[in-house]
């Protein structure tokens, strides 16, 4: 098989969720990952748009707009958007903090009112 690809794509194995406007959206696995591009892989055959995705990679912290280019059964290639198109970073990590930030606080309340302080 030619290579098409203008760099090459790293081996990785990352949990991602491809969803789209029309279509409920379905877990993947990532199974490499460029710059560039990626290919995914579903449970079983996806029914996805034949033009574009989004895809949510959680451990890079990201969301990518990609162009479908191939797919073959459950494997599919993408193309990712221009990265002045992309989506901003997808990260709870503020939320989370928030979060952690008011049980601390309720802890430490609890704390008082048991030391009678």
């Given amino acids: 098989m030619d290579e098409r690809r203008k760099d090459v794509r790293d081996k990785v194995i990352f949990g991602g969720i491809a969803s789209s406007d029309a279509r409920p959206p379905k877990d993947c696995v990532v199974r490499d990952i460029s710059e560039h591009g990626a290919r995914i892989e579903f449970k079983s055959g996806a029914r996805l748009p034949k033009e574009q995705i989004s895809l949510a ?6 969301s990518f707009l990609a162009k479908i280019i191939w797919w ?13 198109d992309q989506i901003a970073p997808v990260s709870d990590l503020a939320e989370r903090l928030r979060k952690s930030e008011k049980k601390k606080r309720q802890l430490q309340r609890k704390i008082n009112d048991l030391l009678g302080q």
């Fill in 72 to 84: 073959r059964d459950n494997i599919v290639g993408v193309a990712f958007t221009d990265p002045s």
């Fill in 57 to 62: 990679i959680a451990r890079k912290g990201k």
